[in-house]
């Protein structure tokens, strides 16, 4: 007999012969199983003349394939209680269920048909364009999705990919037509794009075995280029705002340019975000504008490091009044930050956090599964479920503090401010229409 | 991972009751090294009275910031040190607080618990500070036009029965109320003769009694005043209410009074809501987070489907007293309420008349089944469905289910929604969005509400 020790997940990877990559991981902690299928099929691809083509395919990817109609689809879902998933980020597309494990051949039957032979028919496009339309029509009136794209057109500026709207606008989505979608599919889902992740009550023999058999036969073909343009510089301050004067609260976004996945710095600055406008109830944000000034009911940070260089965003929602007065408090806590450094005290709180919230993460399936994609999408290793902790041990005070002096300068930010608000007592950019 | 007992939606919990009146429920769940503790307290916004709308809420957030032996400047970090993550909830019917970390937090967990329920400092600045914090949540929220109407539905269709207030409470009573209040309120309810300790994870049953038995037995039951609710009078006629703001989208909301909890007609509606807008589950915790299965239900191919509306959903929700059942429906750009509401109507007033099939009643026992594994994967969720069916009626109607469920007959469920889903017993809502700069003002001073919960953070 064989003693073979793992530490942590250790899940299996294998690669197929046509280039997809599947990962296992089995647990019994319920009689169930996710599956996650990743594409490299991300806003990002977009073409200029079609934004919102991705976020398009994701919501008529699953209304038909080849053998199956879209009411055969619902039914093969909804008998079985699963609701389907399909996520489209800057990077990925993503598919993704949890099916008790005795549904799980035959779902990953239906996932594997409708990522590799999806129809989608004229009828389904004319359906989900007036849901994308409508969906874009609500988002023009929430304010803190305003502040939030208006953030990212002012950091990525110049029709940076990162700051264009993943649902495009009413225009480019009108523009849309069946044959963008399906050329945009034939591109960007090729099984060298994909990563499949399935853990749960499932063997991993029997996960690799029902992959290969499923997508083993699937036609290989290159996988579209994801490097993305180094984002223009920020040299000044920049302001917007969108008034929206039937709202009764305003939606403050403002941030920088930050770090891609790949940056060696990535925990130091993991760490120093989580100082800033994470820790307990919004780390030093939430001290000063939620606890002692009573300001917010919600006020934090939070960065996306990505393939390439992604935002870090500090976010509050406040009373049209105290906008001003919010901003300035941000201005003065990042100031502080970068002047004056984190606490000892703090770093080693906010690491025993960070590195103590693991075994949560990876409570679940659909915890594990994310994980295992994210690990999977930016190269991070089998292993970085066990080296995380490690990683995050060793960031020291110094790393921290240089990289708060680094991105953390308000005389470079860029503000996004929408609500009823007409633009205080900052010199204001022209406002932005609705 | 071995094959320690897994996570089950109906596994066995072990009770004790302490001397006062505490009730602590264990069960073990040895599948991560992890430790779920949830405080209930069977207090909520039903139990507020006019002057005193929000209170319960206002207690809720006023329970994080500091107690005699927890100073102020100690609470945060508490939890965190130990990986955890902390929160807490007010609704309709109760109160709870949680924290789910390491095992080796446990002890550390029940103390923060027996000192928020004894111990809670209401330091007057802090008592000013968060009366803004609270306003801005509620403003926060009446961002959202989907919001203020449900505000409005749930309103109108409740005259007497203190369902009908919003949790958050309303804005007057939030900028009028003061300190003693809501410290009375807390002294009155925060009594572990009204609470619920569960305690879900990597631990052993004894040990958890033992330690709470060391935190919790030191204090004194309370008092607790008789609570009168007045039932909610038999509805005779359908009402409707408009809220005229200006937006882009139009929002469609029909509410019918429903079965509690404990009402033989729950589980029959559960099956009803599942043939209409998909199966959700039981958990308001979790299984409301991500979407129902539901491309073959009724009314998603009714307004979906047929491009009347952009979604559309619904749920029976587990309450103490009768609440309602609400359908909402987002109108798709450029299709009026009308249309909507008249092709949702239909599908409503028809399942009320013919039923359901036999074939949509396995479907609806097969998704729910399924639902009941999903909903309990973690055991931060598994102890919230413990402690919150223990609140509202008893854990054991929770763990009551799969069967209820398994057993239902088409003849319980076309009696229940032939029952419930009458003409005379809906509320239909509409926002009705007009144009900018012709409707009315946002008022300096509006009255308004939360959602189904108010969540800490």
Redo the contacts between chains.
């Keep these: 007999m064989t003693t073979v020790v793992h530490q942590g997940l250790a899940p299996s990877r294998e690669t197929l012969s046509n280039g997809a990559v599947v990962i296992a991981k ?7 199983v996710t599956i996650s299928a990743a594409f490299r099929a991300g806003s990002i691809y977009d073409p200029p003349s079609r934004i919102g083509l991705a976020h398009f395919l994701s919501r008529v990817i699953d209304r038909g394939t080849e053998t199956r109609s ?2 055969d ?3 093969a ?7 389907l ?1 399909v996520l489209v980020t800057r990077h990925l597309l993503t598919l993704a269920c ?3 494990s005795e549904d799980f051949e035959p779902m990953l039957d239906l996932m594997g048909d409708i990522c590799m032979r999806p129809t989608v028919p004229e009828q389904e496009v ?2 989900w364009r ?2 994308i ?3 874009i ?2 988002d ?5 999705v305003m502040a939030v794209e208006g953030l990212m057109g002012l950091l990525y500026a110049g029709g940076h990919p990162y700051g264009r709207r993943a649902k495009g606008s009413v225009d480019t989505v009108e523009a849309i037509s069946r044959s963008d979608l399906q050329s945009f599919h034939r591109e960007t889902f090729t099984p060298s794009s994909l990563s499949l992740v399935v853990v749960g009550d499932v063997g991993t023999h029997r996960v690799n075995e029902q992959a290969a058999r499923v997508f083993g036969d699937w036609p290989g073909r290159a996988a579209p280029d994801s490097a993305v343009p180094a984002p223009p510089a920020a040299v000044t301050r920049q302001r917007l705002v969108v008034p929206m ?5 305003a ?1 403050i976004a403002y941030g920088f340019v930050a770090i891609a996945r790949k940056d060696p710095s990535y925990h130091a600055f993991l760490a120093m975000n989580n100082v800033l406008g994470q ?3 919004g780390g030093r944000l939430g ?1 000063s504008i ?9 006020v934090f940070s939070a960065f996306e490091a990505n393939v390439g260089e992604g935002p870090l965003i500090i976010r509050a ?3 049209p009044r105290n906008v001003d007065r919010a901003v300035a408090s941000i201005d003065e806590e990042l100031r502080r930050l970068a002047d004056e450094g984190v606490t000892s005290r703090e770093l080693t ?1 906010s690491k ?9 993460t ?5 915890g594990i599964a994310a994980f295992l994609q994210t690990a999977e999408s930016f190269g991070l290793g089998l292993d970085y479920d066990v080296r995380l902790p490690h990683l995050i041990n060793d960031v020291t005070l110094e790393e921290v503090n240089a990289e708060a002096r680094r991105y953390l300068v308000p005389d470079r930010a860029a503000l996004a401010i929408a ?2 608000y007409d633009g205080g007592q900052e010199a204001a950019q022209p406002a932005a229409g ?1 | ?4 007992s ?2 089950e939606a109906n596994g066995r919990t072990a009770a004790r009751v302490l001397d006062n009146g505490l009730r602590v429920l264990v069960q073990e769940v040895h ?4 430790a779920s503790v949830w405080c209930w307290y069977k207090v909520g916004s039903k139990d507020e009275v006019p002057g005193l709308t929000g209170v319960s809420h206002w207690v809720e957030h006023m329970n994080f910031k500091g107690t005699k032996n927890i100073p102020r400047d100690q ?3 508490i939890i ?6 902390w929160n807490g909830y007010t609704w309709i019917d109760q109160t709870t607080y949680l924290e ?3 095992r080796d937090a446990l002890d550390r967990m029940l103390f923060i618990e027996s000192e928020r329920m004894a111990n809670c400092l209401y330091d007057p600045e802090d008592f ?10 509620l ?2 929220s ?4 989907d919001h203020l109407l449900d505000i409005e539905v749930t309103a109108a269709a409740f005259k007497a029965h203190p369902y009908g207030h919003p949790t958050i409470g309303w804005l007057s009573d939030l900028r009028r109320m003061m300190r003693d209040e809501v410290y009375a309120f807390y002294r009155r309810y925060h009594v572990p003769n009204n609470a619920t300790l569960v305690v879900v994870g990597d631990v052993e049953a004894d040990e958890v009694f033992r330690a709470a038995g060391v935190h919790f037995r030191g204090i004194e039951p309370g008092t607790i005043p008789p609570r009168i609710y007045t039932s909610e009078p038999e509805q005779i006629g359908e009402r409707r209410v408009t809220v005229s ?5 139009s929002y469609l909301k029909i509410a019918y009074h429903a079965p509690a909890v404990g009402d033989a007609d729950f589980v029959p509606m559960l099956i009803a809501d599942a043939v209409l807008t ?2 959700k589950g039981l958990n308001l915790w979790s299984s409301f987070r ?8 009724r009314l998603y191919r009714a307004l ?2 047929s ?1 009347l509306a ?2 559309v959903g619904g749920a029976v929700l587990p309450t103490q007293d009768p609440f309602i059942y609400q359908i909402s429906a ?4 450029g299709v009026g309420l009308t249309t909507v509401e008249q092709a949702a109507i239909e599908q409503l007033d028809h399942l009320a008349r013919e039923g359901i099939t036999e074939q949509e009643l396995a ?1 609806a026992k ?6 009941l ?2 909903e ?4 931060t969720n598994i102890a919230h469905q413990i402690g919150f069916f223990e609140t509202v009626a008893n854990a054991e109607v929770y763990r009551d289910v799969p069967t209820q469920i398994a057993s239902v007959s088409l003849e319980q469920v076309n009696r229940a929604a032939a029952k419930y889903l009458r003409p005379t017993n809906r509320t239909i809502g509409w926002f009705q ?1 007009v144009p ?1 700069g012709t ?1 009315a003002p ?1 008022p300096a001073d ?1 009255a308004s509400t939360s959602g189904p919960m108010s969540e800490a ?1």
Excluded: W
Excluded at chain 1, 140 to 144: L, R, V
Excluded at chain 1, 290 to 298: D, I
């Design positions: 089995e647990t019994h902690t319920t009689p169930a879209a009411d689809i619902a039914e879902l909804d008998g079985r209680g699963v609701s998933m949890t099916c008790l004319e359906t007036g849901e339309v409508t969906s029509r609500q023009e009136d929430n304010p803190a004067m039937n709202k009764v609260q939606d820790y307990a109830l001290d939620r606890e002692r000034q009573g300001m917010a009911y919600y929602g406040v009373d709180e025993q956090y960070l590195a103590g919230s693991m075994p949560r990876l409570e679940t399936n659909a609500g009823p609705r | 991972m071995g094959t320690a897994g996570r599948t991560a090294p992890l609470v945060k970090g965190e040190q130990f990986g955890g993550s789910t970390a390491t000013e500070s968060e009366r803004t914090v609270i306003i801005s949540e403003q926060g009446e961002n959202d036009p703001r200006e937006g882009t989208t998909g199966a991500t979407p129902p299965p539901q491309r073959s239900a979906v489907n491009r952009s979604s987002t109108a798709a750009d479907k097969r998704q729910l089944g399924a639902r594994v999903f309990n994967d973690s055991v969005p900018p409707g946002v509006k953070r």
